[in-house]
Structure formats: C-alpha cells, structure tokens
C-alpha cells in the first residue's frame, strides 16, 4: 500500500498529463506553460530573487557587517588602567594614587606622526602637547597610501608651525607609487622610515615615543603624567573619547590605537596596531574626519587605506557630504564595526548630537573663532 499522499500527488500529475500531454496549438501550449508556473513562483522568480540580488549588490558591504558577530569573535578585552586627574591634584599625589613613583626630573617625550593633510589637528595637537614635547617629529610624503601624488602640505603651511620650530625635526621621503598595492603596504612603508627620522631627532633609551595618527590627541595632563611618574607599563595604548566630523559628535569612548612607548633602542618600532593589553584610561581625543572643508572630505575619502568603501560615485557629491556631517551619519553608508549585535543595534543610525564643550584641548576653546566648526552646533562646512 502507498501512502495517501504519494497516491494523490500522482492523480494530479496524471491529471495534468491528460490536459497537456499532447500536441495542441500554439497558444494552448502556452497557456500550459503558465497553469504549471502557478503565482508563488512567479512571484519568487520575478521579483524576490532580483531584490533579493539587486540588495545584496548594493548593502553587500551591510549584510556582512552585520553578521560579524558570527564571523568574527571580539580581540581579546584590554586592562585598563584606572586614570586620576585633576588640575588642582600636586603631581607626587597623581603619580601614588595610580601605585606609581614621582621621578626626580622627567622623562624627555617625541611626538612622532606621519602627515597627510591635518592641518587645523596638527595645530590643536602641537599646541595641547607642546609643554611637554622634546621633539617634534614629522615625516611626509608625496603620495597618499593609495598612490595619489600630493603636495607637501606641512612644508606650504610650515610658517604656521613657527612656535614648535626649535624643537621640530622634519622630514620627506618620495612616494613609492605602486599601482594596486594593499595600502597598508605603503602604510608600513612609511613609518620604517619615521623610525629613521626619530633617530635623527636624538631619541634616546627610556624616552617616551607617541605613536598615534595626528586626529588622535593625548591630553597634556596624560602626557604630563607619564614622563613624571616611574612605575606606567613601558608600552601603554591610550584611551581615547572617539568623534566624528567635530567634538558635536561623541561616537563612543573606544579609541585605542594610540600608545605611549619608553623607547628601547633596536626594539621600539613606529606602529599603530595593538602593541599591549594594558590601556589608560581617558586620555585625550580622537577626532576623525575632523576638517573644515568640504574639499577635504573628498580628498580623505579617496586617499583613506579602505579605498573599497567608496563604492558609489555619489558619495563624493558635496550635498550629500553635508547632510551627512550635519546629521551625524555615516559617509560610506556603513553599519558600525562591532562584535556583538547588541553593540551593532546599539550604534546603528545617525550618532546624537552632543552639547558639552567641557575637557576639550584648551587651544581650542581659546581659539574658537578660528575653529568654530569643530565645536557644537556648527555643522555647516565651507566648500572650497
Ligand atoms: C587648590 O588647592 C589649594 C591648596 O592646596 C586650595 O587653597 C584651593 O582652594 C584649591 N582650589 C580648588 C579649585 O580646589
Ligand atoms: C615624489 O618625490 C620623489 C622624491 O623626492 C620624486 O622623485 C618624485 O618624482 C615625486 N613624485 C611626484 C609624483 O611628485
């Protein structure tokens, strides 16, 4: 005995055999054609799967963002150090109240960074750090890492930079020029070289080196901290309080790349990856995408090392640039880079507007007429 439902799928097909099973006119055989394509699939064929395809093209990048969390388990957590400031607090205080000594005389600090075009950050980061920097080191090129030529803008805006002048050691290498190169590749490229030029600037054994990209600005008091006190861990990744397109947006408090290393001659390498588990807590600022042109936008855009983000033409229109930086959105249209679903959903659409102006760099605020879209309520960038 067959099971009924075998039984009767076989009457039907045996029903449409008898319809259309044979050699009828053109238009009947037509018409069977259609009787055995019934609605869903129709449906399925004509319109899920090309939205379905068309979605995929177009939110590729989305869709598996999204799924990180599936794909990818979150790098291991940092020990964060617990960070005591306060401006009236005697410097001996500060250095116990972290188990640290205070030092007979302070450790000399270099600031090294490798320059693209960050004007306005250079000069709010110069001036924040420049009581307690030794040396300033500066190195650029000629080529952004995606192998745009450009021109040497420290060295047009170098008159600018007058107050660091006796303590600034500068340099240039050429562009490499690849064409289709990873562009971590000429990334690396160019910091091997700004190992080179620390060197040149006097660096010495148990020195404190920053490495950091010029957006990411330790504060002074951090900076001050470290060279006063014995006992920090020689290699320290800083804590930052992460903006976007000006301090109005407060992404989150998750910056770290920027470290603090005691230099050990042969051993201390220029990098910006993690170097250590230990991080200190609120350190300063990482401003991204921190500039007052429109036009800069652009060129950030086609010169950052994701160069697949820029997907689509229209993301470079002026107008839309705008309405992205005055409504906190996303210039790539991209979800947050997040490990949990909860932290994604969290982070997901435009990021709040912020309205403290409170523990910003004091340059800043004592030049907020010259900086006026970098604070609150100024969203409105210049076009040229
Ligand atoms: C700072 O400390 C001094 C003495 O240590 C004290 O007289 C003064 O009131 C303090 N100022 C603030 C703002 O706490
Ligand atoms: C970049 O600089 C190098 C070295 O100074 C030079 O040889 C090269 O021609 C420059 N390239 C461009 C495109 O300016």
């Known amino acids: 005995m067959l099971p009924d439902g075998y039984s009767s799928s076989k ?3 045996a029903y449409w055999d008898d319809v259309c099973g044979q050699e009828v006119s053109k238009m009947a055989r037509i018409r069977c054609m259609m009787q055995t394509f019934d609605i869903r699939t129709f449906i399925v064929l004509f319109l899920v799967i090309p939205i379905g ?3 995929v093209y177009f939110h590729g990048q989305k869709i598996t963002y999204f799924l990180r969390p599936l794909w990818q388990s979150p790098p291991k957590p940092f020990i964060t150090i617990p960070h005591y400031y306060h401006e009236n607090v005697s410097m001996d205080s500060l250095c116990k109240l972290h188990g640290w000594n205070l030092r007979d005389y302070p450790r000399k600090v270099y600031d090294a960074v490798l320059f693209n075009n960050e004007i306005d950050m250079l000069t709010i980061r ?7 920097v030794t040396q300033f080191v500066l190195l650029e090129t000629n080529s952004t890492f995606t192998s745009i030529p450009k021109p040497h803008y420290f060295a047009i805006n170098r008159e600018r930079f007058d107050f660091a002048e006796p303590r600034l050691t500068y340099g240039t290498i050429g562009g490499r020029f690849k064409k289709g190169e ?4 000429e990334e690396a490229y ?7 030029l620390l060197k040149i600037a006097g660096i010495e054994d148990g020195d404190l080196l920053i490495m950091s990209d010029v957006d990411e600005i ?3 008091h951090t900076i001050d901290l470290l060279r ?6 020689p290699i320290l990744h800083l804590n930052l309080n992460n903006y976007l397109y000006s301090f109005e947006f407060n992404v989150d408090h998750s910056s770290w790349r920027a470290s603090v290393h005691q230099y050990q001659k042969g051993k201390t390498r220029y990098a910006h990856y993690r170097q250590t588990d230990y991080l200190l807590a609120e350190s300063g600022w990482h401003c991204s995408f921190c500039f007052r042109k429109i036009t800069d936008f652009v060129f950030k855009m086609k010169a950052y090392s994701h160069t697949d983000r820029v997907r689509l033409s229209h993301f470079l229109d002026p107008k839309r640039i705008q309405n992205v930086i005055c409504n ?13 679903f909860k932290d994604i959903i969290a982070k997901m659409g435009p990021i709040p507007h912020s309205y403290s102006a409170v523990h910003l760099p004091s340059y800043l605020l004592n030049n907020a007429d010259e900086y006026r879209y970098l604070l609150p309520g100024n969203c409105i960038r210049e076009a040229g």
């Open 190 to 196: 160019q910091r091997v070289a700004l190992d080179q």
């Open 11 to 13: 009457k039907k097909d």
């Open 53 to 55: 395809f068309t979605g």
């Open 328 to 340: 906190g959105d996303d210039l790539y249209d991209m979800l947050p880079e997040e490990y949990t």
């Open 182 to 185: 990873n562009p971590f590749v």
């Open 218 to 220: 330790p504060s002074a």
């Open 126 to 132: 110069w001036k924040e750090l420049h009581p307690y």
């Open 228 to 233: 006063w006190c014995d006992g920090p861990p």
